[in-house]
């Protein structure tokens, strides 16, 4: 049985959708308030480590600030100590902002991109369709489109030039937002926060650290779809694939 551990507290407030949606998929998974994994140090006891969405410390820092530098401060040299293995990570939107702060991503102990404010400087709360531009990370295999729920006020990706360019020939840009199968190229509402170069989604050089804006924890079942009684009804959701890709990963 694959173990995965879910951060939970102080904010976050997605967990218990993340932990139904990996245990659909096959996991033993564990909901943890912070304080409690900082005390026993548990990481190695598990395969993947979810940082969930929510709201962590209120954002009042800027998202995922101060979470990452509470982490940071506290247990940097076992969250290094877990990802130099073969394991896992997920972070869903403010967990993504958490990663990239916290420089998890794009690569190990770098802060070299950033989650920010909306273009529209408003929360956005919107299905968007997304295209699968990598074969490397492991939560997409097998997948080549997905349509999944946003749901945030700062998600718009940045990055300097050479970082960007850097990203593209490492093939760690996972998910565009796109729109009828084509790139958004930045149009509102397609691309729902202004990210440069539509990116929605990177993982780091390894494919196994993967973090997204989207919420594919919502899209475990079909009722969760907007139109699910419009003749659709058959599809296969979209974002519980991406977790089964995490489990089947230890088969």
């Given at each position: 049985?694959?173990?995965?551990?879910?951060?939970?507290?102080?904010?976050?407030?997605?967990?218990?959708?993340?932990?139904?949606?990996?245990?659909?998929?096959?996991?033993?998974?564990?909901?943890?308030?912070?304080?409690?994994?900082?005390?026993?140090?548990?990481?190695?006891?598990?395969?993947?480590?979810?940082?969930?969405?929510?709201?962590?410390?209120?954002?009042?820092?800027?998202?995922?600030?101060?979470?990452?530098?509470?982490?940071?401060?506290?247990?940097?040299?076992?969250?290094?100590?877990?990802?130099?293995?073969?394991?896992?990570?997920?972070?869903?939107?403010n967990g993504f902002q958490v990663?990239?702060?916290?420089?998890?991503?794009?690569?190990?102990?770098?802060?070299?991109?950033?989650?920010?404010?909306n273009t529209s400087a408003r929360?956005?709360?919107?299905?968007?369709?997304?295209?699968?531009?990598?074969?490397?990370?492991?939560?997409?295999?097998?997948?080549?489109?997905?349509?999944?729920?946003?749901?945030?006020?700062?998600?718009?990706?940045?990055?300097?030039?050479?970082?960007?360019?850097?990203?593209?020939?490492?093939?760690?840009?996972?998910?565009?937002?796109?729109?009828?199968?084509?790139?958004?190229?930045?149009?509102?509402?397609?691309?729902?926060?202004?990210?440069?170069?539509?990116?929605?989604?990177?993982?780091?050089?390894?494919?196994?650290?993967?973090?997204?804006?989207?919420?594919?924890?919502?899209?475990?079942?079909?009722?969760?779809?907007?139109?699910?009684?419009?003749?659709?009804?058959?599809?296969?959701?979209?974002?519980?694939?991406?977790?089964?890709?995490?489990?089947?990963?230890?088969?």
């Open positions: 049985m694959v173990n995965v551990l879910i951060l939970a507290g102080y904010g976050i407030n997605c967990e218990q959708e993340t932990a139904y949606a990996f245990a659909k998929a096959g996991a033993h998974t564990t909901v943890m308030h912070l304080n409690d994994v900082l005390e026993t140090r548990c990481f190695p006891e598990y395969q993947v480590l979810v940082f969930p969405g929510g709201f962590s410390y209120g954002d009042d820092t800027g998202s995922g600030k101060a979470l990452a530098n509470r982490l940071r401060n506290t247990c940097w040299q076992e969250l290094c100590d877990f990802v130099s293995k073969d394991k896992l990570v997920i972070g869903i939107c990663m990239t702060c916290l420089g998890l991503l794009p690569s190990l102990g770098t802060c070299s991109v950033a989650l920010t404010h929360y956005e709360c919107r299905w968007v369709e997304l295209a699968v531009t990598s074969d490397k990370c492991v939560f997409t295999r097998g997948v080549n489109g997905l349509e999944l729920p946003v749901a945030h006020g700062e998600g718009r990706f940045y990055a300097q030039e050479s970082v960007l360019k850097q990203l593209k020939q490492n093939g760690q840009i996972v998910l565009r937002y796109a729109h009828g199968g084509m790139p958004a190229q930045g149009v509102f509402p397609f691309n729902p926060n202004g990210s440069l170069d539509d990116i929605a989604g990177i993982c780091d050089s390894s494919g196994r650290i993967f973090g997204l804006m989207p919420h594919p924890e919502r899209y475990v079942a079909m009722t969760q779809y907007p139109l699910w009684c419009g003749g659709d009804g058959k599809r296969e959701p979209y974002g519980l694939q991406l977790f089964r890709n995490a489990v089947e990963y230890f088969s």
